[in-house]
Nanobody
Framework: QVQLVESGGGLVQSGGSLRLSCAASGSIFSINVMGWYRQAPGKERELVADIPSGGSINYADSVKGRFTISRDNAKKTVYLQMNSLKPEDTAVYYC?????????????WGQGTQVTVSS
């Protein structure tokens, strides 16, 4: 069974930095996409950034130049380095893992980690 465990959230002042980690366990197809999403109170969940096992990285416009996503395939872990944080970055951040085997898709989510940026 695949599980995703996030860590690294917390409270930080505006302009500060945090690094999120998401470690996957279980049997995972080698060709996949790992990503970070976030959901603020009263808002829909949105993509922050994702990184395929091979291919180009995708960032939301709101985080370009401030956030960096990376992955360690040997550790089955994805990271999100968040710099120059703003109060509007406050949200629960979720890790997502997807892959396809033929026509069948697999999608897994982490439990979420709270990021709070104070002004």
């Amino acid at each position: 069974q695949v599980q995703l465990v996030e860590s690294g959230g917390g409270l930080v002042q505006s302009g500060g930095s945090l690094r999120l980690s998401c470690a996957a366990s279980g049997s995972i197809f080698s060709i996949n996409v790992m990503g970070w999403y976030r959901q603020a109170p009263g808002k829909e969940r949105e993509l922050v950034a994702d990184i395929p096992s091979g291919g180009s990285i995708n960032y939301a416009d709101s985080v370009k130049g401030r956030f960096t996503i990376s992955r360690d395939n040997a550790k089955k872990t994805v990271y999100l380095q968040m710099n120059s944080l703003k109060p509007e970055d406050t949200a629960v951040y979720y890790c997502k893992l997807v892959w396809w085997e033929g026509r069948r898709g697999y999608e897994y989510w982490g439990q979420g980690t709270q990021v709070t940026v104070s002004s």
